[in-house]
């Protein structure tokens, strides 16, 4: 995570897949909250609309293969081969779990356990929060601090959802720590690694001390404990705005009825409309 192009391409990433992932689970959960399961992933119909699940197919790998290769070869620094290692090695971890979406769709759904696919997820946050800031410290290493928080919120939210599919806060959470990440690492790296939207009295991030790490230079140290202090008010709008955003979506899934016939199916769900004496037993269960 050590360029204004790597920030932004997470950027790109991650916002779509969670406001989509938010669309599509509302409309899920909306269209019968009684018997309303998580998914893996949420595929539209035709195929050919899954662009940004093709999308990461081919790039989480290429991706994986430069940050390996690249900084392998022209980074002298230990510290930095290992980092760079274990960010390829992350996006790695997320493209085995394409992978595994892809297998669980295309084989017996009991051969690849829903709950173990929630978890792979899950294990993958764990690894990208240990990757997230290393090598950087200083007073703004709590920038990034703030993004492993995330990180740890989705992995929570996946190890939740791999235990309790059913629970749809859960599914809310990882939605909105998604966008939220989005959001954030694009402010970050505009933040420490641009000068047009640098702090006051601090230069984007270019400095490499001795031991291999790395810090944003300050003029004074009022400078950076001042910068440190506008970035976590930042992040406070970015976290209202999100979550206003993340409301406003969840209400027009509830009032646009095409969207929810559109993704608001599902094996479960179909199998249980097709048998009104289970729609009839479960509603008596409910009641009770």
């Known amino acids: 995570m050590a360029s204004l192009a790597t920030h932004f391409s997470a950027f790109l990433f ?11 689970s509302s409309s899920l959960y909306l269209k019968n909250p009684s018997v309303y399961r998580s998914k893996p992933w949420y595929f539209s119909e035709p195929r050919w609309k899954n662009f940004d699940f093709y999308t990461l197919i081919i790039a989480l790998p290429i991706a994986s293969f430069s940050e390996f290769f690249f900084f392998l070869t022209f980074s002298g620094h230990p510290t930095y081969r290992f980092a760079f290692f274990h960010q390829a090695f992350t996006l790695f971890l997320f493209w085995v779990f394409i992978l595994l979406v892809i297998s669980r769709e295309h084989t017996d759904p009991l051969l690849i356990n829903e709950s173990f696919v929630f978890l792979f997820a899950g294990i993958s946050f764990l690894i990208e929060f240990s990757v997230i800031g ?6 703004f290493a709590s920038v990034y601090d703030l993004l492993g928080g995330l990180t740890l919120l989705c992995a929570a939210s996946c190890f939740y ?15 909105f720590g998604l966008v939220l990440k989005g959001t954030w690492v694009l402010q970050t790296g505009l933040s ?7 702090l006051k009295g601090c230069r984007k991030m270019s400095v490499m001390l001795a031991k291999g790490d790395a810090d944003v230079q300050c003029d004074l140290e009022e400078d950076g404990l001042r910068g440190v202090a506008l970035m976590h008010l930042l992040f406070t709008v970015h976290a209202v705005l999100v979550f206003v955003v993340t409301i406003v979506l969840f209400g027009l899934s509830s009032s646009n009825r095409d969207l929810r016939r559109g993704e608001a199916s599902g094996p479960l769900l179909a199998e249980l409309e ?10 008596e269960l409910e009641l009770e």
């Open 14 to 24: 991650l916002i779509p897949l969670g406001i989509r992932r938010l669309l599509f």
């Open 134 to 139: 290393k090598g950087i410290t200083g007073v």
């Open 161 to 175: 959802l791999s235990v309790k599919p059913a629970a749809f806060f859960a599914e809310f959470l990882l939605s």
């Open 192 to 198: 420490l690694y641009t000068d047009a939207f640098g």
């Open 274 to 283: 097709s048998d009104p004496m289970q729609m009839r037993t479960l509603s």
